[in-house]
């Protein structure tokens, strides 16, 4: 009896020990805002010390829930930002700890040639200027071109259908169906293609980020509808090296996770009077960030350029070739139960929805008709498949009174496929087989029957290809 008396007390004691662990817990929020009061996104912020942490959103929100009583430092950083640093006392009761993050000093230096007449000083520049480096983009690990986006200010990156066809929003502009139509993505200066996006052959499908990037600029509003098409939200221009700073680099990564190899290289260098070059680019082969079964993605890029100098300007030429397949990775079956009002979200039967792909290794191919009624047969592993050649020239010259002369053209012969399963119906296998017609049955790839209850997903293949050319 005493034992059971004893256990009870115990019991008792940790209860009120938790509830009194939860009742310590608060929570920190707050607004980012940058020196001219507008709300920042992406920007880090942490608690040193502890595993808490939080990222703005597209209003300059934060929170950072079940902190224990204590004193603590809260930092905040975000790419062409000063760092900043708070002391914050918690004592039981929520905390709100604005933040105003302002611009670094270094950064307004910097030489801007996006959006602008004639480079010039950030400082001295009149529209709204971010520069990432890629030292800096690097530390924020991001999976496709896209995602590097979302650091900037004022930027919604949605990249959720793999490395390419992400949805790309400025604040203030109308969201499109999809694809960036309101944002211009650049490379040296000139559009990735023209008159923007088209369904399933977005810009970033042709764009890929790689160790040849020397910086990326992005301006929003201002003169950016001016200076280029299909850009009243902003450009965002990723600008090349150039060889004028001798160096390369050479990496490799693994994927520990994921199935996934890369390795990136560039070199440049002067190589005579007023003459450097420089070249780069990378490859890689993996199934993906989600279990395909086969090697979804694969390819890689090669980017090379060459400057002349001279006394009062230089020309440049260059030239660009992309091959690259990516997995497109479209919505994912789920279970839901529930109500409306209070739904239940689980995996469906059998199939992971955070780490399972709808590819498969025995799903190899698409058939359908062509524009002009003919067969078509399409690989499902090609995925979203860029193929972009383009070369192209700069030319600046300074004449005499205060006079200047610039130029830039590119060709550029772009062509790909968008091919990936949509989930078209969720339904056990003897509904899906009849519709197929009376009679009909399922079976796996190896011959087996499927059981009448088990829950199957009829895909239609989502199959778009456009060529591009233009000067």
């Known amino acids: 009896m005493k034992k059971l008396m004893n256990f009870k007390q115990a019991l008792l004691a940790l209860a009120l020990l938790s509830t009194s662990l939860i009742m310590a817990q608060t929570t920190i929020s707050g607004k980012v805002v940058d020196s001219n009061n507008g709300p920042l996104s992406g920007v880090n912020i942490v608690l040193e010390g502890t595993s808490k942490g939080s990222i703005s959103d597209f209003d300059g929100n934060y929170t950072i829930s079940g902190v224990e009583n204590g004193s603590y430092t809260l930092t905040a950083s975000s790419l062409g930002y000063s760092n900043f640093s708070s002391k914050v006392e ?5 905390v709100v700890v604005n933040i105003q993050l302002e611009e670094d000093e270094e950064s307004l230096s910097e030489v801007i040639v996006t959006g602008v007449a004639n480079p010039r000083a950030k400082i001295e520049s009149s529209v709204s200027v971010t520069t990432l480096q890629p030292s800096k983009i690097n530390q924020s690990a991001p999976r496709s071109t896209a995602e590097i986006f979302r650091t900037i200010p004022g930027i919604r990156s949605e990249s959720s259908g793999g490395e390419g066809n992400s949805n790309i929003a400025v604040r203030g502009v109308p969201i499109s169906s999809g694809g960036s139509k309101y944002v211009q993505i650049q490379e040296d200066g000139l559009p990735v293609l023209l008159y923007g996006d088209i369904s399933f052959g977005t810009a970033d499908i042709f764009t890929r980020f790689d160790a040849n990037v020397a910086k990326i600029e992005a301006i929003r509003g201002g003169s950016a509808s001016t200076m280029s098409s299909n850009s009243p939200g902003g ?11 001798q160096g390369g680099s050479l990496s490799t990564t693994f994927g520990l996770d994921y199935n996934s190899f890369r390795t990136d290289f560039d070199y440049g260098t002067k190589i005579g009077e007023g003459l450097y070059f420089h070249m780069g680019g990378f490859y890689r082969a993996g199934e993906g960030v989600r279990k395909a079964g086969y090697t979804a993605n694969n390819g890689g890029q090669f980017k090379f350029n060459l400057t002349k100098e001279f006394d009062n300007g230089y020309v440049r030429l260059y030239t660009k070739y992309l091959n690259d397949r990516a997995a497109g990775y479209l919505p994912m079956p789920m279970a839901v139960s529930g109500t409306n009002a209070d739904p239940s979200w689980d995996n469906a039967p059998n199939f992971d929805a955070t780490t399972g792909a709808i590819q498969s290794a025995f799903l190899s191919q698409n058939y359908g008709t062509g524009v002009n009624g003919e067969r078509r047969r399409s690989k499902v592993s090609d995925g979203m498949h860029p193929v972009s050649s383009s070369v192209g020239f700069e030319a600046f010259f300074e004449l005499d009174n205060d006079w ?4 830039n053209g590119r060709f550029s012969f772009n062509s790909g496929r968008f091919v990936s399963p949509f989930p078209a119906q969720l339904g056990t296998a003897a509904d899906m087989a009849s519709s197929f017609g009376a009679g009909s049955t399922l079976q796996y790839a190896n011959g087996t029957s499927v059981s009448d209850n088990s829950l199957c997903n009829n895909e ?7 060529i591009y050319d233009w000067c």
Not at 404 to 407: D, L, V, Y
Not at 460 to 466: A, E, F, G, Q
């Open 90 to 94: 918690l004592d039981g009761s929520n």
């Open 235 to 245: 450009i965002i221009n990723i600008i090349s090296k150039t060889g004028k700073k």
């Open 404 to 407: 200047s002369i610039r130029n």
């Open 460 to 466: 239609l293949s989502i199959v778009r290809k456009r």
